[in-house]
């Protein structure tokens, strides 16, 4: 079965987006919604953004009007009848959901297939609804959808295969980036997103880091566009508590997704972020937080510096008292036992904790920590001896395995390993999901093999061991990856 004419159901944010990009895939795209006066808003909006694109240069004119031809704005749910394909974008509610899809059903027919644009429902019950379920699939795209590429096909438990590559194909018509999920909770892209700002709020919560340096390290020091922290303000800090909450409550109690007190704390003071004007950064007129330093060019190496890390000596000659470098509270846990450097060396007053990801010699920033006895002097040694080989160092004001980024990367790497061993999909999807749908430079598994299984898991263990928390349990394909990795980083 092919797609010619694909309804939209729903002419808000989302599907708005949707039917411009169907109807720049060249398929006659009908527009409906309940509310007259949203179904006209969108419908314009449609036009409107593609008038856009044109002057930008995105696509051309005639390309506009062409698309512009294929927009129908019909008034009734019976008016989809005829179209191969549905795509639902009406508010997150499973029994409008539900109700929805027995409507589109009735209308479109038992050959059509219907999808739903939900991001935290489950796809089987709102494909039960229809008593069809086998044509019936997940087609999840990102905000806004012009603009970004990703489209997660969610199979429900009943999914057929041939509904399956429909939806694929027509994603790829509208021009999108499909990946195949299984049905559960978030899916690939929002499931592997999660820890991003839930470790940043442990670590806050731990006083690990700062707020500001947990999101200059992300940024610089990871290559994400933007902190853990910016990020949830610019979602709503109570949006982001919604889905803590709702992955929490659906999983019945997953510790790796128990929300974070200080989410909480922040809604309750009415600290919701940018629409508020205060989140965990304030927004008056000025900018909210300082611009980065400039990247600085890497004088590079000599082989004596670059080492192994482990106990070796820098900053030699200074006369303001040698450091003894230990690298990355975790990562050497195979030879070293336990995790943070309180643990690693607690009376060496010239052990100073430092980590760089995802070795000293490609990484832009270095995490550098003292121990309950380290020297000021050793400290300040060991950011000068960094920051001399052109790194961006931040000096933690406390101590955890992983420090900043190698905590938030490591549970990124071991959520992908739950989602994959789990089934809900393949490592090359999951990366895809996440550096599409979310931006993220890096996919996880890309890090995982970047940094090393071992290393990865030798950070959760040693969070396991320091902090006694079930969260920090490893994957059993993490475990597996590691004891099986060849690649011999
Ligand atoms: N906004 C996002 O960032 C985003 C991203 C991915 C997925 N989603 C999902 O997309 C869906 C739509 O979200 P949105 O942000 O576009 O919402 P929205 O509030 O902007 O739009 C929803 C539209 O649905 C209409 N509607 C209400 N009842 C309806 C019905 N019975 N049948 C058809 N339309 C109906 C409303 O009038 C409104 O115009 C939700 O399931 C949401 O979870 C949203």
């Known amino acids: 079965m092919t797609v010619e004419r694909l309804g939209v159901a729903g002419a808000g944010t989302m599907g708005a987006g949707i039917a411009q990009l169907a109807c720049l895939g060249e398929l006659e795209t009908r527009l409906t919604d309940p509310d007259p006066a949203a179904l006209a808003a969108g419908g314009e909006r449609v036009r409107a953004d593609l008038d856009r694109g044109a002057e930008r240069g995105r696509w051309s004119e005639g390309d506009a009007e062409a698309a512009k031809d294929r927009l129908a704005i019909v008034p009734e749910l019976d008016d989809l009848a005829g179209c191969e394909l549905v795509i639902e974008a009406a508010p997150e509610r499973l029994e409008l959901k539900r109700e929805l899809f027995a409507t589109l059903a009735a209308a479109c ?3 059509a297939v219907l999808a739903s644009n939900t991001s935290s429902l489950f796809v089987t019950a709102i494909a039960a609804a229809s008593k069809r379920p086998g044509r019936v699939v997940g087609m999840h795209f990102f905000n806004p959808p012009a603009l970004m590429p990703l489209v997660e096909v969610v199979a429900g438990d009943q999914t057929a295969p041939a509904t399956l590559d429909l939806a694929t194909t027509v994603a790829e018509r509208m021009r999108r980036t499909p990946v195949r999920a299984a049905d559960g909770i978030g899916f690939l892209a929002n499931r592997g997103a999660r820890p991003f700002s839930l470790e940043a709020l442990r670590l ?15 940024r610089i020091g990871g290559g994400y566009r933007m902190g853990p922290f910016e990020l949830i303000d610019l979602i709503g ?15 019945f109690g997953e510790p790796r997704w128990r929300p974070h007190p200080l989410q909480q704390r922040l809604v309750a003071a009415g600290r919701l972020g940018r629409k508020a004007g205060r989140g965990f950064y304030e927004y008056g007129d000025g900018p909210h937080r300082a611009d980065d330093p400039e990247p600085v060019a890497s004088p590079g190496h000599s082989p004596e510096e670059e080492g192994d890390g482990g106990g070796r000596r820098a900053g030699e000659g200074d006369g303001e008292g040698t450091p003894t470098l230990i690298e990355g509270a975790g990562f050497r846990a195979h030879s070293l036992e336990r995790g943070s450097l309180a643990a690693l060396a607690p009376n060496d007053a010239l052990a100073v904790g430092f980590l760089a990801l995802p070795d000293l010699a490609t990484a832009t920033a270095v995490e550098i920590n003292a121990g309950p006895a380290t020297a000021y002097d050793a400290l300040g040694a060991a950011g000068r001896h960094f920051a001399a080989l052109g790194k961006h160092v931040e000096c933690l004001p406390g101590d955890a395995p992983g420090m900043v980024l190698g905590r938030i990367v490591c549970q990124l790497v071991n959520e992908a390993c739950f989602a994959v061993g789990e089934g809900v999909g393949s490592r090359e999807d999951l990366d895809t999901a996440l550096r599409l749908g979310f931006n993220h430079p890096r996919g996880p598994f890309e890090w995982g093999r970047a940094i090393g299984p071992e290393r990865v898991l030798a950070v959760l263990d040693a969070l396991a061991a320091e902090l006694g928390q079930e969260r920090y349990r490893a994957a059993p394909l993490l475990r597996r990856w590691a004891a099986t990795d060849q690649s011999g980083s």
Not at 237 to 251: C, I, T
């Open 204 to 218: 806050l919560g731990e006083r690990v880091a700062t707020v500001d340096q947990i999101d200059r390290i992300v």
């Open 237 to 251: 800090v109570d949006v982001n508590l919604g889905v803590a909450r709702s992955f929490h409550e659906q999983s």
């Open 109 to 111: 027919g038992p050959e």
